[in-house]
């Protein structure tokens, strides 16, 4: 099992750029996948990026691509989501996700239901 803590969160003018980490217990971190997704107030919660347990493959929402940046590092059990260019309708809360791969290889997913573990979220706030 793993536990999420989302932090990093805040207010932010459009067009600049925030970083929010998702620390996780544990020492099996490097067999998880880990994604970043966001909710709105009365939305979906949608998926927003992922990265695999070496940190060699990202996959990214069209909407963030060229924009956001994900990264681990397992040492650290620590994945980073670096947020250039916000926008407004980035304001969410941002919430990592866990999704426990004891054979690794398989496709970055970003469907909710692959994942197995939650954190809280953080806020993050885009002004214009």
């Known amino acids: 099992q793993v536990q999420l803590v989302e932090s990093g969160g805040g207010l932010v003018q459009a067009g600049g750029s925030l970083s929010v980490s998702c620390v996780a217990s544990?020492?099996?971190?490097?067999?998880?996948?880990v994604g970043w997704f966001r909710q709105a107030p009365g939305q979906e919660r949608d998926f927003v990026a992922a990265?695999?347990?070496?940190?060699?493959?990202?996959y990214y929402a069209d909407s963030v691509k060229g924009r956001f940046t994900i990264s681990r590092d397992n040492a650290k059990n620590t994945v980073y989501l670096q947020m250039n260019g916000l926008k407004p309708e980035d304001t969410a809360v941002y919430l990592c996700?866990?999704?426990?791969?004891?054979?690794?290889?398989?496709?970055?997913?970003?469907?909710?239901?692959?994942?197995?573990?939650w954190g809280q979220g953080t806020q993050v706030t885009v002004s214009s």
């Open positions: 996700a866990a999704d426990y791969r004891p054979v690794p290889g398989r496709t970055l997913s970003s469907r909710l239901g692959s994942y197995d573990y």
């Open positions: 544990g020492r099996t971190f490097s067999m998880y996948a």
């Open positions: 990265i695999s347990e070496s940190g060699g493959n990202t």
